[in-house]
């Protein structure tokens, strides 16, 4: 019984070991850090930002109000951000291109006629 119980705890102890080295080997998943500002002068409502594969977005972003949201890149293709404002007025503006794997973060700043898109974004390395 007693053998028993130390190979029970060596192989607890040698998982521990393994499973402490796959954190350390940087397993690292890539994302966007997403941000959508309202700077219309107004609140907007359905905004929505397109990127390859997929879309985020709120229902409505009080003016001055901030919308955060994280996403994986998987395909690769183009961005816009479509919204609707104070005055019932839809908007599209066209964003970058996004490649699967992509890093980094990403500011899409609404203004009352069009949107600006501050990009910080690169390929896994």
Not at 24 to 33: F, N, P, T
Not at 63 to 74: E, S
Not at 80 to 102: I, N, R, Y
Request: glycine share 10%.
């Amino acid at each position: 019984m007693k053998s028993a119980t130390l190979f029970g705890h060596r192989f607890l102890g040698l998982t521990f070991v393994a499973s402490s080295l796959l954190l350390l080997a940087g397993c690292h998943s890539a994302y966007i850090e997403a941000t959508v500002h309202n700077s219309t002068g107004g609140p907007v409502s359905v905004v929505e930002v397109d990127y390859p594969s997929a879309s985020f977005g709120t229902q409505s972003l009080a003016d001055g109000a901030d919308f955060h949201y994280r996403f994986k890149v998987l395909g690769s293709g183009s961005t816009k951000v479509l919204w609707t404002d104070a005055t019932h007025h839809d908007h599209t503006v066209a964003g970058p291109s996004l490649q699967e794997g992509a890093e980094g973060r990403l500011l899409v700043t609404l203004t009352s006629s069009s949107a600006s898109w501050d990009v910080n974004i690169h390929p896994v390395r």
